[in-house]
């Protein structure tokens, strides 16, 4: 799925739509404002990985560490 571009004054006038594409299709939006990317709104899931960080990327580091 293409990552969609939406403008701050389309947003306002279809956040309801916007919200049920990002929670239940996974769509993810970039946020324009003045013609710059302003922001990016994702499905939660998403940023509940990079909240979290990458589990498996530290797993790897440790072991990369207990091997010395």
């Given at each position: 799925?293409?990552?969609?571009?939406?403008?701050?004054?389309?947003?306002q006038?279809?956040a309801s739509q916007?919200?049920?594409?990002?929670?239940e299709?996974?769509q993810?939006?970039?946020?324009?404002r003045?013609?710059?990317?302003?922001?990016?709104i994702?499905?939660?899931k998403?940023?509940?990985?990079l909240r979290?960080g990458?589990h498996?990327?530290v797993e790897?580091?440790?072991?990369?560490?207990l091997r010395?």
């Amino acid at each position: 799925m293409k990552n969609k571009t939406i403008n701050v004054n389309q947003l306002q006038s279809k956040a309801s739509q916007v919200i049920k594409e990002v929670s239940e299709d996974g769509q993810i939006y970039e946020v324009m404002r003045y013609s710059e990317p302003a922001a990016v709104i994702i499905p939660f899931k998403e940023y509940e990985k990079l909240r979290g960080g990458c589990h498996s990327c530290v797993e790897e580091i440790k072991q990369i560490i207990l091997r010395k």
